[in-house]
């Protein structure tokens, strides 16, 4: 679905005569192959890199050098670019800053009209999406009035307008209450399930990446650590290193001395009740 | 203070002219300005005021959303009364030290008061029937022609939307900053005028800096969900002329027709 192929990527800040005056590599030799269908979470502190590689898979920036192939098209080549955004759709951070229309049904839209999509279709495809993510009965109503959650919500909705075959979420939850950020992430787990939309979830939050297939964790614009969840969090102290922490349920089971590695509530009550046993 | 303006608000109901297509009342709007700056007679205005009358009854908005409208012009009304009043050469019909009031004053300043009302009036009733985002779509199809001029019409119209959007946001922002600032001692409440068109700067700044912020990640935010431009888009709710708004646009033309008749 999507592949980077040593991908490098270097922001180059110019003065004002045009000369180069730093140059910040972001992505440094960076390969990666992320399935169809596979749900893929990426750490990394602030600065490592992430968000720029979001950023490539659809098409938002290219790559200095190397190339990134997403669902076959080579985002270096500008007339695929349409054909790219409309597969691989983004989740940004701030929910206010990305909804363009007055009304959720409009913004959901969006997506739809500036493909030049026929009005039927479209708006057969607009309820479908918002009923997919519960928001069809608040359609009329101005996005200024939702809670942040829904508002990510309508966000998700405009891609799922558009048939994605993968969505990437750039720390959707960094602005949102406990209750929104649990809506949100359970909703990308329901869109990989159910309808088998590959998802690429950058946070910084260890919880939310447990449910994932595989987690990646960059470090200066390269991949420092890669593997299942509980490939990755069984090596606490490299991910210290890296500036992580582990998930509570990980750490405290670490604390009182239980076996194995632990990543959830369930299975930390689990194993605490065999071992008091 | 601004939520007491209600110009170019939305009043939604369900009246036949809420329903009538944005283009149909843009140049319904058009024509009634032209009339009632066309004529300066008692006969001139009355097919004006008639169909104003006529709209307003039929929308069904009360008269007094619509007169709180005419409360953000009341300066300039009073102003534009007084002035035409007094500097109006005519026959004196009143003389208090060195203002007089003519015959030609009097009338003169009537009709600019009932000229500027109507206007204000007329050009409400579009805003208060059209919710923003009809308005700039039906803006945008009427004004597509200019196109061939070069005139970046879709682009104008996107700009219009987003702004509706951005304005509670924005109100919010500024909210947020004023208290975050007041917390550290800034007084924005006493002094004159002056100086508290000063204390607000610091408050701008930092505004403006952040609208920017807002304005490039919404770009990006668009871009990615394929926007490039008006080519080739389409609309969900395209605008469809319906028999309400044959039967208008021949009536409006029966009106301006009609206009050429008066005295």
Known sequence: MVRFENVTFEYIRRDEEGNVDSITTALDDLSLHIK??????????????????????????????????????????DKDTLEIRQRAGMVFQNPDNQIIAETVEEDVAFGPENMGMPVDEMQKRVDEAMKRVG??????????????????????????????????????????DPAGRRMIVETAHELNKKDGITIILITHNMEETVGADRIIVMEKGRIALEGTPRQVFSKGDRLKELGMELPAMT??????????????????????????? | MIRDITIGQYYPSESVIHRLDARVKFIATIAYVIAI?????????????????????????????????????????????????????????????????????????????????????????????????QLTSGMESLFKPLGIFKVPVHEVAMMMSIALRFIPILLEETDKIMKAQQARGADFESG??????????????????????????????????????????????????????YISLALIIGFVVGMGFVP
């Not at chain 2, 700044?205 to 668009?222: D, I, N, Q, T, Y």
């Open chain 1, 36 to 77: 169809k269908g596979e749900f893929v979470a990426i750490l990394g502190s602030n600065g490592s890199g992430k968000s720029t590689l979001a950023r490539h898979i659809n098409a938002l920036l290219k790559p200095t050098e190397g190339k990134v192939l997403v669902a076959g098209y080579d985002t270096s080549n």
């Open chain 1, 135 to 176: 928001l069809y009965k608040k359609r009329l109503e101005s996005p200024n009035r939702l809670s942040g959650g829904q508002k990510q919500k309508v966000a998700i909705a405009g891609i799922l307008a558009m048939k994605p075959e993968c969505i990437i979420f750039d720390e959707p939850t960094a602005m949102l």
């Open chain 1, 251 to 277: 750490e405290l089971a670490q604390r009182v001395g239980l076996d194995g590695c632990i990543l959830t509530r369930e299975e930390f009550v689990e194993a605490y009740k065999k071992a008091i046993r």
């Open chain 2, 37 to 133: 700056f066309l004529f300066d007679t008692f006969w001139g205005f009355l097919p004006a005021a008639v169909w104003l009358l006529t709209i307003i009854i039929v929308s069904g908005i009360p008269f007094r959303f619509i007169l709180k409208g005419l409360k953000a012009v009341l300066f300039l009304l009073l102003f534009l009364v007084i002035f035409n009043a007094l500097m109006t050469p005519g026959e004196v019909l009143v003389q208090w030290w060195i203002f007089k009031i003519t015959d030609k004053g009097l009338t003169n300043a009537g009709f600019m008061a009932l000229r500027l009302s109507m206007l204000v009036i007329g050009s409400g009733m579009m805003t208060y029937t059209t919710t923003p985002s």
């Open chain 2, 192 to 245: 004159n005028i002056f100086r508290r068109a000063k204390a607000l700067i610091p408050v701008l700044v930092p505004l403006f800096v952040s609208a920017f912020r807002r304005a490039g990640e919404l770009a990006e935010a668009m871009e990615a969900r394929c926007y490039h431009g008006g080519k080739g888009r389409t609309k969900l709710h395209p605008l469809k002329f319906a028999a309400r708004d």
